[in-house]
């Protein structure tokens, strides 16, 4: 009896951790179709012609709702790994019967709730800077001024004592946990609402350096993603975020100087 409920058990956590990854393949996938110039036919299946396009363009123009689906889909894809230290430690209480499984999905729901309403305001961002002509029609920057202004605001951050706190809570989650802990669902939920506040603490200047490329840059998401899973990791993170921090304000005086026409 004991053999078939830790069968079962495992299974879960198969499943569990299966459904995560998909779910962050999914919306990876998603990225690359909006972001790939596909002839119009293959996408006949996928949805109505000009949707994905639509989901692209940053011109205030574009659907609110579909420039909202982009930061969400961005978000998703970008910030989901670098929760994957907290829930291996959620799963590892799962064993120990102090957590199960319909937690593990609820502390995902809250973590990306934060997220959701992120993208909504940094949507809104977009469209704005759109309507002033800050940013193009890829979400790009269109100034010097406000580059440097992204570039430095993010590199400052990376030195700030917040940011500092909040890293040292990604990157202990069993001490998160351990100060945070209720038992149940809801409490779960809440405590992935606690995880993307914190996450958003560390995150939301890296993720608005995406108006200096292009919002939707593969290869700017792809090494921001990267930057940020591996800044999370304990023995890895201290050496990377001030080092970061200098190379972004160094970049930042380069475009400021750019904007005033010194060079």
Known sequence: MRSEVIAQSGLWRSLSWGGFYGFVLAAWAGIFLMSANLPGGLLANVSQPGFWSALCSAAAEAD??????????MSAAMM??????????????????AADQAGFGALIAGYIAVWLGFSAIAAGLQAWLSSLGVVTASGASASWGFTAVLLLVAGAWQFSRL???????????????????????????????????????????????????????????GLATAFMVLEKLPDVGRWLSRPAGGLLIAGGVYALFRATSFI
């Open 64 to 73: 609110p709702l579909a420039l909202v689906a982009m930061w969400a889909l």
């Open 80 to 97: 989901a790994p670098t929760l994957v230290p907290a829930l291996a430690t959620y799963d590892d209480m799962t064993a120990t019967g």
């Open 163 to 221: 940011k500092e706190a909040c890293l040292s809570k990604c990157r202990r989650p069993l001490m998160f946990f351990m100060e945070h802990w209720k038992p149940g669902p809801l409490a779960a939920a809440g405590m992935g609402v606690r995880l993307g506040i914190v996450c958003l603490a560390c995150c939301w200047a890296l993720m608005l350096l995406g108006f200096v490329g292009g919002t939707m840059n593969l290869v700017w998401m």
